[in-house]
């Protein structure tokens, strides 16, 4: 008989780890523990979309046992915090296992998230984060206790899960993952209990809901820096695509034998191509932009969900100790001049400094604001100001 993961899981999180984990996302405790009504269902349903093929399944855990997540590591929320060192540390860890889960539409679960569960984008962002090696260390963990530790039972055992999910997914989630969830998941929103003998708010509330749904993806859109690529000297020799089909991930080898699960085309892959290309040599023109690196609005802070990809440049740099970089940082053309300079310098200061947290050399960096000089599209349209928000970087030696 098939074992309900979601209930199981439900289990493990008690009192004490909501405080720490509201604590670390800056909610209340009645708040977060209300989140993860819906948090599980989306890490489990993505998790099972992940593993829907051998490939996908054999992918994940060979991800889980490089990042630790062997199932043996520890066992509740509580202890999971407790032994990693705390619920930030939990987080770091997350971080890159969320590209690897959801693939293109991480994006879109964060938001789908924040408007189920009533939370800033920053805070979905962090509590995915926080529950992806939570449920992903529990489900090894169960596997281990069967007796049957490998891709094929991991395989099995999520793709057991439908009937469980189908009837908890909270609206939309089946939506936002791809995969179906029956009606509950389809639908755009609940109707409360009070109103479903009315006709009106049967089909009022979900169209309500949609149109909430599409005023926060526009927002966060106009708000998300991205990539593209160039510098002072000359045009662009590489610039990434601004738009592209869904990411194919692959793992890349490094000489030090650490293996990265990154886009086949992202900028991990391109570095990892010029550096190891003997017949490409360094100049001042061929940069590469930073694909998933979010910043909060206006600000130089970076996001949690950047994690990810600066963990696998600092790998890079680590496997390859001769290198060094340079990186820019652009901003659009509205607003003055002065402040996009500012905003451009301080961004590109603090993507070092968050190498050098990882344990790259500061002697190894460069930074540079441009503000809004060198765009790579035009500003008079809003795509063109997303494009020209951007960090890329160069290398300088190799």
């Not at 738009?243 to 793992?251: D, I, Q």
Request: avoid cysteine.
């Amino acid at each position: 008989m098939a074992v309900n993961l979601l209930d199981l899981i439900g289990r493990e999180i008690g009192d004490d780890a909501i405080s720490a984990v509201a604590s670390a996302i800056g909610e209340s405790s009645g708040v977060t523990k209300l989140a993860m009504g819906s948090l599980m269902p989306a890490i489990l349903g993505g998790l099972m979309g992940k593993v829907s093929t051998a490939q996908g399944a054999s992918d994940l855990l060979k991800l889980a046992e490089q990042s630790g997540l062997d199932g043996s590591r520890f066992g509740n929320m509580a202890s999971a915090a407790s032994a990693l060192g705390g619920v930030p540390a939990l987080l770091k860890l997350g971080a890159p296992l969320l590209p690897a889960i959801f693939g293109t539409r991480q994006n879109s679960v964060t938001d789908w998230l924040s408007f189920a569960a009533g939370l800033n984008r920053n805070a979905a962002s962090s509590l995915l984060s926080i529950g992806a090696p939570f449920v992903l260390n529990w489900i090894l963990k169960h596997l281990r206790t069967g007796g049957n530790y490998n891709a094929a039972e991991l395989g099995n055992l999520l793709g057991s899960q439908s009937s469980f999910l189908r009837g908890v997914a909270p609206a939309g989630l089946g939506q936002v993952l791809g995969i179906d969830l029956g009606d509950a998941g389809r639908a755009a929103a609940a109707v409360p209990a009070a109103a479903r003998g009315s006709s009106l708010w049967t089909w009022l509330l979900p169209l309500i809901a949609l149109l909430l749904l599409s005023w926060l993806w526009r927002g966060r859109r106009q708000e998300e820096p991205v990539a593209t690529t160039p510098e002072p000297q000359a045009p662009p020799a590489e610039v990434a695509p601004a738009t592209s089909p869904a990411p194919v991930f692959v793992l890349r080898g490094l000489p030090n034998g650490v293996k990265l699960n990154v886009p086949q085309n992202g900028i991990e892959s391109q570095l990892i191509a010029f550096i190891e290309d003997p017949n490409r040599p360094v100049d001042r023109t061929t940069w590469f932009s930073f694909d998933r690196l979010e910043f909060e609005t206006a600000s130089a802070a970076l996001m949690p969900s950047s994690q990810e990809q600066l963990k696998n440049i600092a790998d890079i740099l680590s496997a390859y100790p001769q290198v060094e970089i340079k990186i820019g940082g652009y901003t659009d053309s509205l607003g003055d001049d002065a402040e996009n300079m500012k905003l451009s310098q301080d961004r590109a200061t603090n993507t070092m400094n968050a190498l050098v947290q990882l344990g790259v050399a500061p002697a190894r960096m460069a930074a540079e604001g441009y503000g809004e000089q060198f765009p790579v599209a035009s500003n008079d349209t809003e795509e063109g100001r997303r494009r020209n928000r951007r960090i890329d970087l160069r290398v300088t030696t190799k």
